[in-house]
């Protein structure tokens, strides 16, 4: 603080001849500062002010929300859910059950372009009621061990998924055992569209989060399985499938990325989805959706940003005309001092 | 050694004060030494010996510090925790070294270390301020008795017990002595008390006989005795002891005890020995420790946290209640539901078969997460902005005093926002009001009015008058050159007069018999100084001084007295020479307060005996001869105008006696005074009324009370602002109601209700009835006025007529009683001024209290002297004048000023800055953190309560102590609502602060209000915006990082631009600091996000990749950004329109270049004056009001029954 007191030279100099003859004078220095006479601007909330704010949100709000609705109205997204019904209708009645029992559990669906979908198509899937933000479950990690080769015995805070039939496991964690494991394989009139899985996590994380030497080990291997099993030989900086689990989501409904078809699709194509139904959400009666997606600039489909700033904006624009009018219909001298009155109770605070 | 005729003077002087001593006999309570409570045994001259070693008292150090270096750490440790709040974060940092935190223990600890860190440093730095001055008290020197009879000067703190010290003149006492010999052949001496009971005449004190004889230094060789006497106690009036010297014991009485603190004058040294020292003597026994001191603010403060503290329990047991829940479905009928967390396996704290126990240790880790709803760093805060407002109080140039070199100094920064708060003035007169100083200043003789001295009021009223703006100058005062008269007490200027011109007047004769007159009628003494000739004067009181003085100006020089004769200089009329004149004094009818008038009877050096009076004019006037005198009307008109312009007034008569009357008088008066009976003062003054008749007018003389440079401006300005004023003095009634009118306290035409103990009934009781009946009835007397004129209020309640309550100590003391208490207070609260004359210092003590707790008011107390300590230690606020006399007041005050006049810009400007300032800077406080916590509660709830915080853990400990505590910090500084000269202008501008419209409950509360709906948006946009989709046209979905950065980023701006829009002064310091915030985030983001993953875990590149290239994160910010700022915009455009502040007001005028149109302004600050006030302004308004109506208007008399 007080260095911005600054008793500078020139301050000095000034009252200099003032105490010249008093030397040992008390007199306090004169800076602006300390005279608290800074200069400064004093803004008030002046009707012209008032207005000028308001059109000013208007004029900026309204061109971005109807650059933001169109943004996401360019989008398609097609959003199939099927944890239901790939479960054959014999199963119902206990999903859980069917879920858990081995066996193939391939289901195939159809899906129907409804408008022209430009390439990249992004591939997700939607888990609902999934609280990957629970604090168990976001501290189940051990980032020094999914890092490097040399901190692999470093399962702290993994518990319980630390250590199966005596021996560490890596990548140890309740979120890494927990990874999705539904596949999906998508064809256009019977003919394979390849699913690009490269590139859908983020680069940070592979380049630096995940070891290029550290492979998995031990994983998967205890009595209780989770998700999905892992190659051991690729390194998990490869294993972009769990790289992008593993980056938490924040919600407990949410999407991750899949992967990418590099390719158009035409409106009225069908697609056919073979997936394997493996992860089991049933027990906490999560849904699942899959999930076809293009982006514009703003990113994927979500009016409500546009609708948002349309709003406010419009809602401004409605503020400034009826600041104008109570203005002009009752106009009032700035300062006029019949306001100036005092009363013991005053009437509106 | 002073010569034989000093001496002689000084028992003449014993005569005039007519002071009896004592007789040395034992009394009843002698009896009591040695007993319990009597125990003290002091060896005199031999402290060393070991019977007075054994006896271990303590030495002369004194300590007023808090903390030694010992008891620092514990002390101020346990000072600290005793606040709740940081017991709270105590134990969260406890805590946090469990799992049960939701963060690491490092980013709770570091700010709780910080905050607290600070405060201890503050304590340590005023501890250190306290100690220096400690060591400068201690180390005092003194001459000591070495033995031998060998004495050499030892610091104060080395003196012991039972050494004889030598105190040489305007020294003050180092310990309590026992007063041996003086100068003085019998052994008396003359102590100044006024730092003990403020009062500043001298009191006397005489030695025993059998020690009178120890005059030289070498005496002491071999003198021994022992004093046995009573135990250390904090009675100021009291001591008992006897002395033991040979076989013989003399009894010893507060008359041979000289204090510590008091000052020896008029006697060149005393020998004394040290009865008490250090902590045992009774001025440090008396004093108090000070107490500290809190603000309403602060106590207001308290309070809001413990609300918050509910609002946190309340919303962790919300939690914990709904973890409990959700962890316990965990596993339904022995299958998991959520099975990826592994309820199977799980630890006590996400244990689903034990859900109960799991929601209570959740309990606590909510409790830690929700801890941003108690701004840790708010007290640290408060404490910085105060420290930094004291020295902008201690900078201020235009609350510097040139005369005494002393600038303001508020030695305790805590109370700086209650300045801007204060409801009543309660202020000590002397030194305080006035310089207590007495000029001559005026005179009306044979009816003409002489002197164009020109007083402070009607100074002020002039430049009322003339130019109503030219006040913002504050009490600069603007003639300088005029007031400076040469000498002291005396300020006639009048050529008629001066230079000896006064024989050419009208009526010579009768000025020269009035310039004698004040030449012999007082009881002063005169003293020469050897080298220069000058003579000055040794008066009861100033304003005879004054007289003395101006008789001496104006050709009568005064300069000896004698036990029987008065000698003057004076001019011969018919000569032009100066010869020297001799009166034969043959009585004095003394002053007394009954009487009102004094009179002295003289021989002539022509034979003549002389009658010479002066007195008060509702005295003399009536005692006039009727038919010989001629200017009475004019006199009377001359008195009147003078009283009205804040004089004393004095009327002067004399009249010639014949040898018989005189004889008859003299036999009678001779005659009462030996009388013996309780009847002799009422005998002595039936003889002197006798005499006193018949007078022959000679005019009046006005005397100027002289008033501290602008004190009715300032209490003008005051009165404007609505602040109430109360005068305490220890003051005769007389007196105070001088003064009262002097400062437009009191006013013609003001209905003045006098409450007074010696009304005549009273008195008459106390003549026949003991004493207890005697008090009963005073008291119902009492009780009776006060009865009558609260009614007297309650039927003029409607009328705006203004009263004054003046009320004695005696009547005080009944009305301080519990049982009238109430009735006495509304009664003053009803009057427009109160004061409270012959006051004791308990009872401004008490006075102060009864205001502060019954109207809960905050009260301010000012004063000087020490009799003032209890007065400004009780109010909410003390402050000490500093500057002429006595260090007590302002070494017990808050804050000391060097005059009285710059309480204006001490409360109007600086109150009322530092009261909006820490006010705001409260509100947004919990703004701030309101609109920080809630995002934490809102994320909770999403993710099922488990106590996962959103934000990374350096964020949110971080928040507090960098993104947003600067900003705040600078408005708790440096925010000004409107200029310094505006609100000097528009003084009404500070009951804002009264009144508590910027702290009031209602304000609180919108403002929590405002927070919670900031962090909704906030949220809720965010959650909204960013949902599932992708947020960027790589397809990359939201993650828990990247909405954790984008809401915390929100939330920086929001609160910052809040601060943008909410205050009302952007230096570049503000500019700096609130952008420098927002930029400062975004500096950290980028820093922090480039640290090794390790470090920064989830902000691990999430700017830099994630964030920053992503439309969608700029687009959200801003959009939250309008949106949460829209509310609080939309509040405040319609309320500045529809129904503003008074602030908003004076910023709309000033805003309209209108501020510096004087007509408007008059006519502003017209509309906004309230009736019913004091100050010069009211006198002038009323006196226009008399004029324009030209009806004469009900004039109410002095009520002096």
Redesign the interface.
Known sequence: ?SS??APSSSVAAGSADASGA?RN??????SRF???E??????????GW?IS?FIL?SIV?IP?GVA?LFASRDVV?IVKRYDTDCIPLSERNDK?KYIQSPGNKTCTRNITVTKHMKK?I?V?Y?LDN?????????KSRN??QL?SNGSSDDVSGC???DYSNGLVIVPCG?IA??LFNDTYNFSRNNQQLSVNKRG?S???DRE??FGKNVYPRNFQNGT?I?GAHLDDSIPLSDQEDLIVWM???????????YG?IEQDLQENDVIEVTLENNY?TY???GKKKLVL?T????????D??GI??LT?GG??LF?AMA?TL?YLVKP?Q??D?S????N?T???? | MAGGGKKKRRHLFKRVHDSSFRQESFQDEHFLIGGPGFSRIVFCNDPDCPDAASLGYGGNYIRSTKYTLASFLPKSMFEQFRRVANVYFLICGLLSFTPLSPYSAASTVVPLVVVIGITMGKEIIEDWRRKKQDIEVNNRKVKVHKGDGVFDYTKWRDLKVGAVVKVEKDEFFPADLLLLSSTYDDGICYVETMNLDGETNLKLKQALQVTLNLTEESSFKDFKAIARCEDPNANLYSFIGSLNIGQENYPLTPQQLLLRDSKLRNTEYVYGVVIFTGHDTKVIQNSTAPPSKRSKIERRVDKIVYLLFAGLVLLSVIGSVFFGIWTSYDIEGGAMTRWYLRPDDTTIYYNPKKAGIAAILHFLTALMLYSYFIPISLYVSIEIVKVLQSVFINQDQEMYHEETDQPARARTSNLNEELGQVDTILSDKTGTLTCNSMEFIKCSVAGIAYGRGVTEVERAIARRKDTPLEEEKGGEVEDLTEAKSSVKGYNFIDERITDGNWVNEARPDLIQKFLRLLAICHTAIPEVDEETGRISYEAESPDEAAFVIAARELGFQFFERTQTSISLHELDTLTGKTVERTYKLLNVLEFSSTRKRMSVIVRNDEGKLLLLTKGADSVMFVRLSRDRNEFVEQTKEHVNEYADGGLRTMVLAYRELNDDEYSEFNEAFTAAKNMVTGERDELIEDVEEKIERDLILLGATAVEDKLQTGVPDCIDKLAQAGIKLWVLTGDKMETAINIGFACSLLRQGMKQIIINSEAPEAKAMEKTEDKSATDAAAKASVLHQIAEAKAFLDESSESPEALALIIDGKSLAYALEDDAKNMFLDLAIGCASVICCRSSPKQKALVTRLVKVRTGGTTLAIGDGANDVGMLQEADIGIGISGYEGMQAVMSSDIAVAQFRFLERLLLVHGHWCYRRISSMICYFFYKNLAFGFTLFYFEAYASFSGQAAYNDWYLSLYNVFFTSLPVIALGVFDQDVSAKLCLRFPLLYQEGVQNVLFSWSRILGWAFNGVVAATCVFFFCVRALETQAFRKGGEVVGFQVLGATMYTCVIWVVNCQMALSINYFTYIQHLFIWGGVIFWYIFLLAYGAMDPDVSTTAYMVFVEACAPAVMFWFVTAFVLVSSLLPYFIYSAIQMRFCPMYHQMIQWIRNDGQSDDPEYCKMVRQRSLRPNTVGFSARFRQSMRFEENSEPTLQFERTEE
């Not at chain 1, 004078?25 to 004169?30: E, G, T, V």
């Not at chain 1, 999934?130 to 976001?138: L, T």
């Not at chain 1, 306001?339 to 005092?342: G, I, K, P, Q, T």
């Open positions: 603080m911005t007191t008093r004078s008390k007199r306090p220095k004169y300390t005279q608290q800074l200069p400064a601007c004093k803004p008030i909330l002046t009707p008032v704010a949100v709000f971005i933001a997204e859980v990249p992004y997700y939607q999934f609280y990957q933000n629970h604090r168990r479950y976001v980032d020094a890092r518990s319980p998924e309740l055992w927990s859908i983020w680069k940070s630096h989060k209780l989770g980056r938490t989501a924040a919600l407990p409904t949410f999407r991750k990325l990418k089991n027990s906490f009666n997606s982006t514009s600039w703003l990113g994927g489909k979500n409500f940003l948002a700033y406010v809602f401004c503020l600041f109570v009032r700035l300062g001092p306001y100036l009155s005092w013991r005053p009437g509106c605070h």
